[in-house]
């Protein structure tokens, strides 16, 4: 892997703080151990700081002089004793060279190194803001949204380690589809999935994996991830990704338990494939975000006008926000070091509080080198289906007797993560099949033995 951009980021950040002097300075996560224990909880770098050092350790800080635009890092020290336990750390030098800083030191020395460059104001995150207290600091917010602001245009060092977090995902993803039999359980595709991704590099779940067969995949994040998948009638939606490189990828499909989709589930999945392919084929840069999702809402109400799940006129049936009730969330987010990443709420930026709309996790032009995940579905949950049931100016466009002959599908949901590009977008997600004629290629397949 090239070396991660660390420098090329403060220098973003510093831009989007509008500053040409003061010194940014962060410092990372540290090791948490659990009560009344010496077991360490598993480290996740602080995300924000990731960004700013490529560093995925404990205890490291860094710092940027914004005028001189000098990258420091800074390291912890590891005495004989914790080597023994550890290991022999890289020196400094190495860690310098390894990351792409212009200089490293040791954290105890932070003070006098940051000190020295007489900074007329430092600029720190919220968390750091007890550690950088010896110095005059900038509103903390404002470093805060200067990161998120960076971190939402993805360079080409990120869109590369971001492919190959999908291309890795993406495979694991296949493997279930072609492996998994009737009579497994859940838990055993979790654990097939997450060992995959971790032989071929990534270092953990990007976010806990959801493996929901049956009514389980009406639950938007089902974990419990136990259930055995014994009905052949069943889909399964598996909504799993790993991290490499400390970025997430974010992919789910939906597949029959058996040989083939029942006839129901195989209408809703169509459904959901159009809405994610008309969806994608819209992204484009100077687009509103929000705009995809109405396309992704009027896609579904056309779609399940022709089953007779709705009824009445398709405006009346989007004004009154009916789709909400089968899509209750939104139709994608940014992504990136974090698989819900920063950005998606501008400053300023209010949240749509209507069905469907509310839990939109973006609302923004896009723009190249952002990172969206599509992920439309549909899901016949019973507590919103009776308040739809209860919401006269809804009811009158739902056909209730038709929902409950589709009730068992549970839910579907498809799952793509795209790059904007100037003319377009690129899906990073494209090796992992999701037309109906491939999924039960290799459903029959797995079945046949």
Same mark, same amino acid.
Request: with cysteine; net charge negative; aromatic share 8%.
């Given at each position: 892997?090239?070396?991660?951009?660390?420098?090329?980021?403060?220098?973003?950040?510093?831009?989007?703080?509008?500053?040409?002097?003061?010194?940014?300075?962060?410092?990372?996560?540290?090791?948490?151990?659990?009560?009344?224990?010496?077991?360490?909880?598993?480290?996740?770098?602080?995300?924000?700081?990731?960004?700013?050092?490529?560093?995925?350790?404990?205890?490291?800080?860094?710092?940027?002089?914004?005028?001189?635009?000098?990258?420091?890092?800074?390291?912890?020290?590891?005495?004989?004793?914790?080597?023994?336990?550890?290991?022999?750390?890289?020196?400094?030098?190495?860690?310098?060279?390894?990351?792409?800083?212009?200089?490293?030191?040791?954290?105890?020395?932070?003070?006098?190194?940051?000190?020295?460059?007489?900074?007329?104001?430092?600029?720190?995150?919220?968390? %750091?803001?007890?550690?950088?207290?010896?110095?005059?600091?900038?509103?903390?917010?404002?470093?805060?949204?200067?990161?998120?602001?960076?971190?939402?245009?993805?360079?080409?060092?990120?869109?590369?380690?971001?492919?190959?977090? %999908?291309?890795?995902?993406?495979?694991?993803?296949?493997?279930?589809?072609?492996?998994?039999?009737?009579?497994?359980?859940?838990?055993?595709?979790?654990?097939?999935?997450?060992?995959?991704?971790?032989?071929?590099?990534?270092?953990?779940?990007?976010?806990?994996?959801?493996?929901?067969?049956?009514?389980?995949?009406?639950?938007?994040?089902?974990?419990?991830?136990?259930?055995?998948?014994? %009905?052949?009638?069943?889909?399964?939606?598996?909504?799993?990704?790993?991290?490499?490189?400390?970025?997430?990828?974010?992919?789910?499909?939906?597949?029959?338990?058996?040989?083939?989709?029942?006839?129901?589930?195989?209408?809703?999945?169509?459904?959901?494939?159009?809405?994610?392919?008309?969806?994608?084929?819209?992204?484009?840069?100077?687009?509103?975000?929000?705009?995809?999702?109405?396309?992704?809402?009027?896609?579904?109400?056309?779609?399940?006008?022709?089953?007779?799940?709705?009824?009445?006129?398709?405006?009346?049936?989007?004004?009154?926000?009916?789709?909400?009730?089968?899509?209750?969330?939104?139709?994608?987010?940014?992504?990136?070091?974090?698989?819900?990443?920063?950005?998606?709420?501008?400053?300023?930026?209010?949240?749509?509080?209507?069905?469907?709309?509310?839990?939109?996790?973006?609302?923004?032009?896009?723009?190249?080198?952002?990172?969206?995940?599509?992920?439309?579905?549909?899901?016949?949950?019973?507590?919103?289906?009776?308040?739809?049931?209860?919401?006269?100016?809804?009811?009158?466009?739902?056909?209730?007797?038709?929902?409950?002959?589709?009730?068992?599908?549970?839910?579907?949901?498809?799952?793509?993560?795209?790059?904007?590009?100037?003319?377009?977008?690129?899906?990073?997600?494209?090796?992992?099949?999701?037309?109906?004629?491939?999924?039960?290629?290799?459903?029959?397949?797995?079945?046949?033995?």
């Amino acid at each position: 892997m090239p070396v991660y951009p660390a420098k090329q980021h403060f220098a973003a950040t510093a831009g989007h703080l509008g500053a040409d002097s003061g010194v940014i300075l962060v410092h990372g996560g540290v090791t948490l151990i659990h009560p009344d224990s010496d077991t360490e909880y598993e480290f996740h770098q602080n995300s924000n700081f990731y960004y700013l050092s490529g560093v995925a350790e404990p205890g490291f800080a860094a710092a940027y002089d914004i005028s001189t635009r000098t990258a420091i890092l800074f390291v912890p020290h590891v005495s004989a004793d914790e080597a023994v336990w550890v290991g022999v750390p890289p020196s400094l030098d190495e860690y310098r060279a390894t990351h792409g800083f212009d200089a490293a030191h040791y954290t105890k020395d932070i003070e006098a190194v940051v000190g020295a460059l007489k900074p007329s104001v430092v600029y720190t995150l919220p968390e %750091n803001a007890s550690a950088c207290s010896s110095f005059s600091l900038a509103p903390v917010e404002k470093l805060r949204l200067a990161v998120h602001e960076a971190r939402v245009y993805k360079d080409d060092c990120e869109i590369e380690i971001m492919r190959r977090a %999908n291309r890795i995902s993406s495979a694991a993803h296949v493997t279930l589809m072609k492996e998994a039999r009737v009579g497994m359980t859940e838990t055993e595709l979790r654990g097939r999935f997450v060992g995959q991704v971790l032989a071929q590099g990534c270092s953990y779940e990007a976010y806990g994996s959801i493996v929901a067969g049956g009514r389980n995949a009406a639950v938007l994040h089902y974990t419990k991830n136990n259930m055995k998948l014994d %009905n052949a009638n069943d889909v399964v939606l598996v909504d799993a990704g790993g991290t490499y490189g400390n970025y997430a990828s974010d992919i789910t499909r939906t597949w029959p338990v058996g040989p083939r989709f029942t006839d129901n589930a195989r209408e809703i999945y169509a459904i959901v494939l159009d809405m994610q392919k008309t969806v994608i084929d819209a992204c484009a840069p100077r687009k509103q975000w929000e705009d995809m999702h109405a396309l992704a809402q009027r896609v579904a109400a056309e779609g399940l006008l022709r089953l007779g799940m709705l009824t009445g006129d398709l405006e009346s049936i989007l004004a009154n926000d009916v789709v909400g009730y089968f899509m209750p969330h939104g139709i994608g987010h940014l992504i990136g070091i974090d698989t819900h990443d920063v950005g998606g709420y501008p400053p300023g930026t209010e949240r749509i509080n209507r069905p469907g709309l509310r839990y939109l996790r973006a609302r923004r032009e896009m723009l190249p080198r952002m990172v969206f995940t599509v992920e439309p579905g549909l899901y016949f949950v019973d507590a919103i289906l009776a308040e739809a049931k209860a919401t006269p100016a809804v009811a009158q466009h739902i056909n209730f007797d038709v929902v409950k002959s589709y009730h068992s599908v549970g839910g579907v949901r498809i799952e793509d993560n795209i790059v904007i590009t100037e003319s377009g977008n690129d899906n990073l997600t494209s090796e992992c099949p999701k037309e109906i004629i491939d999924i039960e290629r290799m459903r029959s397949d797995a079945n046949s033995d």
